[in-house]
């Protein structure tokens, strides 16, 4: 079991950056795949990014690709996703989240994943 704990949300402007972290709690983080995920008002929970156990793979959105960062420390239990060139339909509460082991490595859906923090906001200002 892990427990996760998001920080790092808050207001920023267009164009700005911001970097959130995840900490973890548990034996099997460094041995588990992690991924982020974001929900705005109204809408599902979206597949931002996820990285494999080791930090060698990563995977993300169409959507955020090219300006966000998914990486981890595996000696201080964190996983961290670096936000660049923010624009306003980027804000949303931000969740990070276990890979099941037992799901396949390119699924995006929420199902594949547990162990979900509680979400930090992310509110991007035009």
């Known amino acids: 079991q892990v427990q996760l704990v998001e920080s790092g949300g808050g207001l920023v402007q267009v164009g700005g950056s911001l970097r959130l972290s995840c900490a973890a709690s548990?034996?099997?983080?460094?041995?588990?795949?992690m991924g982020w995920f974001r929900q705005a008002p109204g809408n599902d929970r979206e597949f931002v990014a996820a990285?494999?156990?080791?930090?060698?793979?990563?995977l993300y959105s169409g959507s955020v690709k090219g300006r966000f960062t998914i990486s981890r420390d595996n000696a201080k239990s964190t996983v961290y996703l670096q936000m660049n060139s923010l624009k306003p339909e980027d804000t949303a509460v931000y969740y990070c989240a276990r890979k099941r082991p037992d799901s396949m490595w390119s699924d995006q859906r929420p199902t594949s994943f547990d162990n979900w923090g509680q979400g930090t906001q992310v509110t991007v200002s035009s």
């Open positions: 548990g034996r099997t983080f460094s041995s588990s795949g």
């Open positions: 990285i494999s156990w080791s930090g060698g793979f990563t």
